[in-house]
């Protein structure tokens, strides 16, 4: 049987006990009005976990994310399996068969990843640099490039660039490769960010269109996913909540 966790459906949540304030990381100037055109961005750096509901506008299907911010300890609950991290190891329940994708490891995280940004790019051993601008469709875009330091996540030579709205300040489009399968020479993949929402100060989009790109354009459109009942919290998850379930198996 799947552990449930309940939460309010109110927009976003953050709740918890006064105490010492994290303090603020060292950044870039002009990365910060970005954040700050983001909300107020630092409940999410000083928030201990995070959750939400995600669903694939492809096919409908649904997904509940359960985050510790801190130790990046992930799960997500889907009609047909569980998959998690466990600090260490991925797992998925009841089986790997249950999940359809290329890698458990590279999933757990994956939207986690692309929904928190920019904020995420606050984490430490991740450097944010404005650099000359972008042209994408037409529009020449104020960009900044993510680099992160060797032993930062499962493929720190990733390519990151934050396409900023003129008008806005906030990010409308990532540009980024994938190098976790081992590719050589990956390509740029787009990512649209629409529709943010204002939760009780802090924007997130409501929707994510990723798409392939093509002589500077977008071209063919690749996944759509959508968010709603994000809940930000001052104490993170148990650890219960990520241990592989007895029917469960690691996997890469």
Known sequence: MKRIVAFSLLPILLFGCAKEKKPLPDLDPGFIQVLEAHGDWEQFYRAKAMSYQLIHETNLTKETHFINLDTRKTRIDADNFQI????EQAWISPSRESFGGNSVRFYHNLYFYFYAIPYVFTDPGVTVTQVEDRTLNGQSYTTFAATFAPDKGDSPEDQY?????????RLEYLLYTVTFFDNPNPSLSALKYEDYRDAN????????????????????????VSFADVVLVTEPFEDSLFEKPEQGVFAD
């Open 161 to 169: 660039y934050l396409l900023i709205n003129p008008e806005t300040n």
């Open 84 to 87: 998690g991290f466990d600090g």
């Open 201 to 224: 100060g802090v924007y997130f989009p409501r929707l994510l269109t990723g798409y392939t790109v093509e002589d500077n354009q977008t071209a063919k459109v690749r996944y759509q």
